[in-house]
């Protein structure tokens, strides 16, 4: 059972480059999630879906951009990467509450450095 | 607004011991609470997950309890390891959007063996 698995693990972008970092989950979660952690600080929510075709914008949505085409795939993409943008970034997927188990199962992170 | 607080920052104590985490939360209204270990260059994994009305969750040597009319829950490791070095994040679920998890800062555990 693969849970949620993200890519890259690292990458170094370039000022002003653009990218897409994937994530995808096999546990049939409706809800999908795209956090940014930066050294010493909680997790902040960037943007959110609650299933496939819908997704809203979290505490921290500018400068990125999310699809849900289907239940399993949440890509994040970056336009125009900016030197604020260089943290870990985290998805993560759960159940809603009251539908199986509320845990949020969460990718091993990638660590995006933009210079 | 809700804020999670988690005090202290890094915690460094010898192999052994018995140790608490404390997690402190500004509005009460919460579907649950979430602990979370953080192994560097790792994602996260959930440890235990605390219900609104329930006090508290155990799993082999970590105990987790929550109170909140006090706004407050401590993860309790038992005989601690060096294998219990982590930082231990807390976030609660808010109630009123049941999407949003709203995240301690964490604290950093070594364990000295």
């Known amino acids: 059972n693969a849970g949620v698995t993200q890519t890259p693990k690292f990458r170094i972008l370039k000022i002003g480059q653009s990218m897409t970092l994937q994530c995808t989950q096999d546990m049939n979660h409706n809800y999908m999630y795209w956090y940014r952690q930066d050294p010493g600080m909680g997790l902040k929510l960037i943007y959110y879906?609650?299933?496939?075709?819908?997704?809203d914008k979290g505490e921290v949505p500018n400068g990125y951009n999310v699809s849900r085409s289907t239940t399993e795939d949440f890509p994040l993409r970056l336009e125009l990467a900016a030197p604020s943008q260089t943290s870990v970034y985290f998805c993560?997927?759960?159940?809603?509450?009251?539908?199986?188990?509320?845990?949020?199962?969460f990718g091993q992170g990638t660590r995006l450095t933009v210079v | 607004k809700q804020e999670v607080t988690q005090i202290p920052a890094a915690l460094s104590v010898p192999e052994g011991e018995n140790l608490v985490l404390n997690c402190s939360f500004t509005d009460s209204a919460i579907y649950n609470l979430q602990w979370f270990r953080q192994d560097p260059g790792k994602g996260l994994t959930s440890l235990l997950l605390i219900q609104s009305s329930q006090r508290e969750q155990t799993s082999g040597r970590l105990n987790a309890s929550l109170d909140k009319s006090s706004g407050r829950s401590t993860l309790y490791i038992a005989a601690s390891q060096p294998g219990d070095s982590a930082t231990y994040l807390c976030a609660v679920r808010r109630a009123d959007s049941n999407y949003q998890l709203i995240w301690g800062a964490g604290t950093k555990l070594i364990i000295k063996p």
């Open positions: 993560a997927s759960s159940h809603p509450p009251g539908q199986g188990l509320p845990e949020a199962f």
């Open positions: 879906s609650v299933g496939a075709g819908i997704t």
